[in-house]
């Protein structure tokens, strides 16, 4: 059996076709990524978060994907003046997944917005304009326009073993994760930015700043798919 592979979704006004109106949308390339890792993509547009642990019985594994900013105050911070747009029903939705998720041993993988979701979920902080702290704009030159930008990559860790010494990737975020309690880092940019950290204590907890749905190297969506095959571990005790 292809594992199922819940991927969260934007919920924004959209037009195809003769429609324009709110529409569940994702980029497609998530979902061919999943499939041509052998699994099977499940969308999950923003919900009630009650059934979060109703969607985590029925999947194998989740990707918190990417997409707006999250809401300041669930980190205890006021927004910055670049901080607009975020979604309250998605960050919601999203830290119910993850609530889920940790609780059914889901294996988890966390992109661009998704990581820092995981962050703030853990307790951690961010971030709140790359530039202030890069004094630079590689990380996202603008509208849709991804950076490419050389990330190094800690040797054997999870990271490591899924996508070996990363060079470059495309990125696309101005905001990045400054604490972030219970993970360890996994790479940095050169120019110190975090743009990957994991869970040692959990079997697939893994997070990355940038898009690897945009490049040919599908390393991180094997690894996720590969791990939703395995039974979920016993928690520890």
Not at 174 to 191: K, L, T
């Amino acid at each position: 059996m292809r594992p199922l592979i819940g991927v969260t979704t934007y919920r924004e006004q959209a037009r195809w076709g003769i429609w324009h109106e709110q529409a569940d949308v994702l980029h497609a390339v998530y979902s061919r990524s999943i499939e041509a890792a052998g699994g099977v993509a499940v969308l999950l547009p923003p919900g009630d978060p009650e059934g979060a642990s109703s969607v985590a019985a029925r999947i194998d594994g989740l990707i918190i994907a990417g997409g707006a900013d999250v809401d300041p105050s669930r980190y205890d911070a006021e927004p910055h003046e670049r901080t607009v747009g975020w979604r309250e029903d998605r960050d919601d939705w999203e830290l119910a997944m993850l609530d889920a998720a940790a609780a059914a041993r889901l294996p988890v993988l966390g992109i661009c917005r998704g990581m820092q979701v995981m962050a703030v979920h853990g307790g951690g902080t961010l971030d709140q304009h790359v530039p202030e702290i890069a004094g630079h704009e590689d990380h996202s030159p603008g509208g849709d326009e991804f950076g490419v930008i050389d990330v190094d990559v800690v040797p054997g860790t999870l990271l490591g073993r899924a996508v070996g010494d990363k060079g470059s990737v495309h990125c696309h975020h101005h905001q990045a994760v400054r604490e972030h309690p219970g993970f360890v880092a996994s790479a940095h940019a050169a120019d110190g930015v975090l743009e990957a950290m994991e869970d040692p204590s959990r079997p697939f907890w893994l997070a990355v700043q940038w898009h690897p749905e945009r490049i040919e190297d599908a390393g991180l969506f094997r690894a996720l798919v590969e791990a939703a095959r395995r039974p979920a571990s016993p928690a520890p005790s």
